[in-house]
């Protein structure tokens, strides 16, 4: 088995706020993320992929397919969008680092044809990142 | 949905690796450099990794000022800007950054009780770096 790790970078604005909390509970919970106006941050994925090396090619994956999928499925929607408001999943759900890890897990689940996910790493910043391996 | 939540720290602090049940040359031979008896000091960067559920009403694993304050307190203040010779965790043990990454991981252990620690990396220089997951295999 051989792991093959692809990166990409894409930036971003968010803001953190459960409607079912109220203000102060907001403010308190989430502090300086909760300004509504939203920030942004310059986000790092690395993506690992996992197989066997085909012996014609040499590659576990072709890094054109790899690159085409990662942008049309997670830069196209994400780079230089205010996630809350743009992309379909953060109207409901928070967008913090853990939820986007997960949600670029789903999105390249269901369309990554040719290869198998291991791991999507997101960092937020270079101090912050979170790892999700999928439903374990 | 079970997410791992790394942070980065860093410290700054000074050693010197010496046994005492060596004799000088076995010392010498041993930690060369290292131990010079006027000690050396590093620039640390540690990673704490904590696993669990994301909260659905956060979307948090933890809460990071929570996580942020544990590790200040218990380990920044107590081995940053210090010779770790000095600090008590190291009057019996060589201060070597295997020794430290463990020490730290179980102090963090203790500290963090409401969340799973799954490991702690601790770059010494930006050529060396420990990791420790309590005596766990490492996940990838």
């Known amino acids: 088995m051989i792991y093959l790790t692809r990166k990409c970078e894409f930036s ?10 109220t203000p102060e509970e907001n403010r308190r919970i989430f502090g300086k993320c909760n300004n509504p106006n939203g920030h942004g941050h310059n986000y790092t ?17 072709d890094l054109k397919d790899l690159k085409e999928i ?18 379909p999943e953060f109207a409901k759900e928070i967008p913090t680092t853990e939820n986007i890890a997960i949600s670029i897990w789903r999105r390249l689940q269901s369309t990554l044809n040719v290869a198998e996910l ?3 790493r997101v960092y937020e910043t270079p101090d912050l990142f979170v790892d999700y391996y999928g439903e374990e | 949905m079970k ?27 041993t930690y060369g450099k290292c131990n010079n008896p ?34 200040e307190r218990s380990v920044i203040e107590r081995f940053g800007h210090e010779n770790l010779n000095c600090v008590r965790d190291f009057a019996e043990l ?24 799954d490991r702690v990396k601790l770059d010494e220089t930006s050529q060396n770096s420990f990791e420790y997951a309590g005596g766990s295999e490492l996940r990838y």
């Not at chain 1, 990662?70 to 992309?87: A, G, I, S, T, Y």
């Not at chain 2, 410290?11 to 010498?28: D, G, I, T, V």
């Not at chain 2, 904590?50 to 956060?58: A, H, L, M, Y």
Request: charged share 25%; aromatic share 10%; no cysteine.
């Open chain 1, 118 to 120: 291991h791991r999507v």
């Open chain 1, 70 to 87: 990662l942008n049309r499925e997670v830069l196209d929607v994400m780079d230089h969008r205010f996630l809350n408001k743009e992309v």
């Open chain 1, 45 to 61: 994925l690395e993506l690992t992929v996992k197989g066997e090396v085909n012996p014609k090619s040499g590659f576990v994956v």
């Open chain 2, 38 to 71: 006027h000690g050396h000091g590093h620039n640390y960067a540690l990673e704490v990794t904590v696993s669990g559920e994301v909260d659905p009403r956060t979307g948090m694993v933890y809460d990071l000022g929570a996580l942020d304050s544990a590790v």
């Open chain 2, 3 to 29: 997410a791992y939540l790394t942070k980065r720290y860093r410290f700054s602090a000074s050693h010197r690796l010496h046994n005492e049940e060596f004799s000088n040359e076995q010392n010498r031979a």
């Open chain 2, 94 to 117: 060589v201060p070597t950054s295997e020794n430290l990454a463990k020490k730290i991981f179980e102090i963090l252990k203790r500290e963090l009780a409401s969340v799973a620690l």
């Open chain 1, 12 to 21: 971003a604005s968010h803001y953190y706020h459960n409607p079912e909390f």
